[in-house]
């Protein structure tokens, strides 16, 4: 009798362990399901960083080879003096500006410059971009309306919970006014000139022969200092240059120059005599993975060309999309990339010129929050800066990135798509408020929130912060009440990271 009481007890057992085993593990699984953000209307592409890098190079081959070509060309015909040299005249040269409506064709009477176009179906390129955007949305629109040309704003935050299919007026960006495609199935994306015996200006102007050509680029009109001697200036086969007023300057060195070089990192590779002349980014274009680029950089504009290749610039804060996203493909390589590890809360801390006055109550409120939903508040400062390995762990980990309007923003190339971004704006002078980084949020496919108010970026309060973190934490995260009904939570203790030039 025993032995069979016994039996009962251990078949007993063992079916309720089976059955607690198996809504264990079914319990897991919804609560790493639970965990992801919400899907999008328009659903991500599967394809990993690397499988679009890759995609992406695959389609610009032939544009590549071309390029190649001509500059091998040109060497080729100078070497057995079938091309004479262009003289640099000093006087009476012509300037074209590339954001210039008949700018291709005024170009076309120049023969020292040859323009390469790299065209594909819009509908193919889809698959390898990040292909969601969200509306541009703010705390005051009609305040925003004052101070800047947007079109399209809204205050119904609601709208940033589901994106939709990335407008194609972005491929505009960085082609001349008015510029026509040939149509959805040769849409030009970039372009590169390649120009036979130039120099630069200090400013990114090309010069060659009689003509002084502009690419798009910040302060246009300001050439800055020009060579007073051309035939003393050092020469080399071939340069690719990429520098441009304000290129030193962290968002335009991470929006507007560097990525300049992000669609050609092949021929660079495949083409180790060319030179570099780019001025900053060291903290980002080493993710390019250009070989030997220290050796092959350049250190003073005070040089001339036997070729010299020109990309497609852009207006200043409106950098173009193909460029912007390729940048942040490089910029990704090697992090997890994993939507179930977006489990911090970023609050950037500027130590001057623009600044939270009440960061602590901000910081206060964000770790309260960040403890409710389970996620950990880094505070990202900028005395000193974190070292750029931390720094883009942390960014490509973040759920929601907080900050005054500033240089801290452009850390968001590391992220992943749907992060959400809650700018402080900030009044940059009576007339004015900056919104390069709602652009750039959308080009990355991320959620932008700008928090306008007539007080200016300086005395945004941790209240009027708090709901619309209250709200993103609610309806784009859905692991709080599903943790505590399946099982109990294991106390912690609460990590909050203020971290400054130091790995933890």
């Known amino acids: 009798m025993f032995e069979k009481w016994a039996m009962l007890v251990l078949v007993g057992t063992t079916i309720c362990y089976t059955f607690l085993t198996m809504h264990s593990a079914q319990s897991n699984k919804q609560l790493a399901t639970n965990a992801k953000l919400l899907r999008d209307a328009d659903e991500e592409s599967p394809l990993s960083v690397e499988a679009r890098i890759t995609a992406l190079i695959s389609v610009m081959t032939s544009y590549q080879k071309k390029i190649e070509s001509i500059g091998k060309n040109i060497l080729e015909d100078r070497n057995g003096t079938q091309a004479a040299r262009v003289k640099i005249h000093t006087t009476d040269r012509k300037r074209l500006f590339a954001q210039d409506e008949n700018f291709f064709d005024e170009l076309e009477a120049f023969p020292f410059v040859q323009t390469v176009f790299f065209k594909w179906n819009i509908t193919e390129m889809r698959k390898y971009l990040f292909p969601t955007q969200y509306p541009f949305t703010s705390t005051d629109c009609k305040l925003i309306g004052k101070f800047t040309n947007l079109t399209k704003c809204s205050t119904d935050i609601s709208g940033l919970l589901r994106g939709h299919k990335l407008d194609d007026s972005f491929v505009r960006l960085g082609l001349p006014s008015g510029y026509s495609h040939d149509s959805v199935h040769q849409t030009t994306w970039t372009f590169l000139h390649v120009i036979q015996d130039a120099a630069v200006s200090e400013h990114g102007d090309v010069i060659a022969g009689n003509l002084t050509l502009t690419p798009q680029k910040c302060r246009y009109n300001e050439t800055g200092r020009t060579p007073s001697n051309y035939s003393n200036l050092e020469l080399h086969d071939q340069v690719f240059a990429v520098h441009q007023f304000w290129d030193q300057a962290f968002y335009h ?46 250190k003073d504009w005070k040089f001339r060309a036997r070729v010299l290749y020109s990309p497609a610039g852009s207006p200043c804060g409106y950098p173009p999309l193909l460029t912007t996203q390729l940048m942040s493909l490089y910029a990704k390589r090697g992090l997890e990339n994993n939507p179930e590890k977006q489990n911090k809360i970023i609050l950037i801390k500027r130590s001057h010129k623009r600044f939270f006055r009440q960061h602590e109550e901000i910081a206060a409120m964000l770790e309260a929050q960040a403890s409710e939903h389970d996620l950990e508040l880094f505070v990202f400062r900028d005395d000193p800066v974190p070292n750029i390995n931390l720094t883009r762990r942390m960014f490509n980990e973040a759920f929601m990135i907080i900050a005054p309007h500033g240089a801290g923003e452009s850390n968001m190339l590391y992220a992943q798509p749907g992060t959400v971004i809650l700018e402080g704006m900030c009044f940059e002078s009576k007339v004015k408020v900056n919104t390069c980084y709602q652009l750039s949020a959308d080009l990355l496919g991320m959620r932008y929130y700008g928090m306008l108010f007539k007080s200016g970026c300086f005395d945004i309060t941790a209240k009027q912060m708090e709901n619309p973190v209250k709200y993103f934490l609610q309806h784009l995260l859905k692991t709080t009440h599903t943790i505590t009904k399946m099982r109990p939570v294991k106390e912690r203790a609460f990590n909050r990271v203020t971290c400054a030039n130091k790995t933890v």
């Open 253 to 298: 060195s991470h929006f507007e120059s560097v990525p300049r070089l992000a669609p050609y990192v092949k021929f660079l590779n495949d083409n180790p005599s060319v030179k570099i002349f780019l001025r900053g980014g060291e903290s980002n274009v080493r993710y390019l993975g250009i070989k030997n680029l220290d050796q092959r950089r350049l």
